[in-house]
């Protein structure tokens, strides 16, 4: 089996691995960069915007994969994506509509709701949904998937085979979320004879963690709900669903009404058909807030059906202003918010709960809730690994060859770990045996 990382051996973000045998071609992830070539910019999605294929590639954006892409004759025998964060399956739309894309039922809905709202669509996947545990032969390999604990939901760790050769690909992963459990488990239980582990290194090169793990997150919102006198702002991804259950337990420990919006609330909606311990717009402390952008949105994919639900809960920005001191609001920063904080009398003194990576914060922002009075408080814990669990996890597979992806800090691996390969973006390897 031969291993090409098209990008990610350098970088965070826009990963996209090639693995090929004599017969038969995977590619595993298929994500738009997070950094532009520069690397100290964030890319500019609208570099995707009225783009062929051919154009695409020729800026380097798209993965040199042939085969790949609609337009091309399919020579690839599967896509494989790990879980539903853009910088792991934002290129999805341009891949050849023939090619099976294997993936788990939360990716699927969770990509499906991202297209309702956001311009950026994937459209209609030829999907095949993965399972926990379960095998699938796909040409000459086969693949069994592992659910992960990360910040994005169902997310999965996958083990290839090929050529009598054992890949372990770790994806995105934690050992501190919600979901730990599954990381004890690989822990202690890992799979055996690992020929190469690819494992993220997304962590190396930032400090300690102020909040150690999702319990942390939970006691430090309930915190700020208990000793504040205004209304507070939950600043959090609706689809980091352990974050949205951590303020959610918080609220209801401290008898504080989560508003959300609709987004969130279609979200819980879609995952709750299959899980049944996700909060939902009807469960006590929830109240919802519709905006017309999320109406609209959600009327144009044809759920009309589910605003005359959700209304059930809807409350309103004068019942919001009213009861303020007992209302935890997620919110971003975007133009909804100075639209709620213009109906906040006073607002002086209400607090952010920013709950995301700081690298987000504009300086723009942080002005602005300086001059209106708002206190920012930093309530947030990772969605990857710390290098206390990578040695961890390392050391339980305990591979032939630790190839390092998704860190900007390569180097450190081979400070860190044993048998470590540092390749290049675009440098064909053969696998050992």
């Known amino acids: ?52 294929v051919k154009q695409l590639l020729n800026l380097g954006v798209l993965p040199a994969v042939t085969g790949l892409y609609a337009g091309d004759d399919p020579g690839v025998d599967a896509v494989y994506i790990s879980h539903s964060h853009l910088d792991h399956y934002g290129l999805l739309r341009y891949v050849h509509p023939d090619i099976p894309i294997f993936l788990s039922e939360g990716a699927r809905e969770l990509i499906g709701v991202s297209d309702t709202f956001t311009p950026h669509r994937t459209g209609k996947l030829n999907a095949r949904i993965v399972g926990n545990g379960k095998k699938i032969k796909v040409a000459g390999f086969e693949i069994t998937a592992f659910l992960v604990d990360h910040s994005a939901f169902d997310a999965l760790a996958l083990l290839i085979e090929a050529d009598g050769s054992r890949v372990f690909y770790s994806g995105d992963f934690r050992g501190h979320g919600r979901k730990s459990a599954l990381f004890r488990m690989m822990v202690d239980a890992p799979p055996k004879n690992i020929d190469c582990l690819l494992m993220e290194g997304s962590m190396l090169g930032r400090g300690e963690q102020t909040y150690k793990d999702e319990i942390a997150v939970e006691k430090g919102i309930k915190e700020v709900l208990d000793s504040k006198s205004n209304i507070a702002f939950l600043f959090a991804s609706s689809q980091n669903i352990d974050r949205l259950v951590s303020a959610y337990k918080a609220c209801r420990k401290t008898g504080t009404t989560f ?99 700081d690298g987000y914060l504009t300086d723009k922002f942080q002005g602005y809730c300086r001059e209106k009075g708002i206190e920012l408080k930093h309530i947030h814990t990772s969605g990857h690994a710390i290098p206390k669990d990578l040695k961890a996890f390392a050391k339980s597979l305990n591979p032939k060859v630790l190839v390092p992806i998704h860190t900007f800090h390569s180097e450190q691996y081979e ?19």
């Open 1 to 52: 089996m031969q291993l090409l990382i098209h990008r990610g051996t350098k970088e965070i973000g826009g990963t996209c691995v090639e693995l090929t045998t004599n017969k038969s071609r995977i590619i595993v992830d298929l994500g738009i960069p997070l950094v532009s070539d520069r690397k100290d910019q964030p890319f500019d999605s609208k570099v995707l915007e009225g783009k062929s």
């Open 259 to 357: 508003v959300i919006d609709l987004y969130t609330a279609f979200i819980l909606h879609r995952l709750g058909a299959s899980t049944k311990s996700l909060p939902q717009f009807n469960w006590p402390n929830v109240r919802v807030k519709f905006f017309k952008f999320h109406a609209d949105k959600i009327a144009e994919a044809g759920h009309e059906k589910l605003l005359y639900l959700f209304n059930q809960q809807k409350i309103e920005l004068e019942e919001i202003n009213r009861t303020k001191e007992k209302v935890l609001m997620i919110l971003r920063d975007n133009s909804l918010f100075p639209r709620v904080v213009g109906h906040i009398h006073p607002i002086k003194g209400a607090q952010i709960i920013y709950s995301m990576w």
């Open 415 to 433: 400070e860190m770990f044993d048998n470590v390969k540092v390749l290049e973006d675009g440098e064909l390897w053969e696998v050992p045996v």
